[in-house]
């Protein structure tokens, strides 16, 4: 039996941060033991914590299309296992959402990537999931990461945040949309039909 269920259970039952949390504790997951494709993002906005669906808001619809995937794909636990920084949403600072909370990755991250062992390829979306696995070397800044895409470790994939603000900065670094962005579908795709 998958040591994955009970852990996820567990994940979701998760209060360790609880009173810090504006929204209150409400990890948002989603793994199957199959999957082949990891997607790590930042945490749950206030739109995602109330629907309970990783990446179900105008970020989400970006990453979608960046990806290739169609939604019944990306929301298919048995293909692509969502893993936040952060499971629950942390709210709102001055500049927007708050950074993830600091105890979730730690806590869950090692125990729910050592449950998904057919991961082939692992997006690091945003800062946040870059600077906690990707070397130091590799990612002078989030820009400078991406752009670097092809000297990444095998198997992990840089990209920006697909928040709004992604619109301006992918105005200000055109080869994202030209030369970053027509390769991700097609490593999406050998990952999900990758042999064992």
């Not at 040591?3 to 941060?17: F, M, S, Y």
């Not at 993002?41 to 989400?60: C, N, R, T």
């Not at 000297?151 to 030369?179: D, I, T, V, Y």
């Amino acid at each position: 039996m998958s040591p994955l269920g009970p852990l996820l259970t567990q994940i979701r039952a998760c209060q360790v941060c609880a009173a810090a949390l504006p929204h209150g504790a409400r990890p948002i997951v989603q793994a199957g033991p199959g999957a082949r494709v990891l997607i790590i993002g930042q945490a749950p906005g206030s739109k995602v914590h109330a629907s309970g669906l990783p990446w179900d808001d105008d970020s989400g619809d970006r990453l979608r299309a960046w990806t290739g995937l169609s939604r019944e794909a990306f929301y298919d636990p048995g293909q692509v296992a969502l893993m936040p920084m952060g499971f629950c949403c942390p709210g709102k600072g001055d500049g927007g959402d708050l950074p993830p909370r600091p105890e979730c990755a730690p806590l869950w991250h090692a125990p729910l990537l050592a449950a998904l062992p057919d991961i082939r390829l692992t997006l690091l979306v945003g800062q946040y999931a870059q600077g906690a696995y990707l070397p130091k070397a590799l990612r002078p800044s989030m820009t400078e990461a991406v752009r670097r895409h092809t000297e990444m470790p095998a198997g992990q994939f840089p990209l920006p945040h697909p928040a709004w603000r992604s619109r301006l900065w992918m105005r200000k670094n055109p080869w994202f949309e030209g030369e970053v962005l027509p390769v991700l579908p097609g490593k999406i795709a050998a990952a999900l039909t990758q042999k064992t």
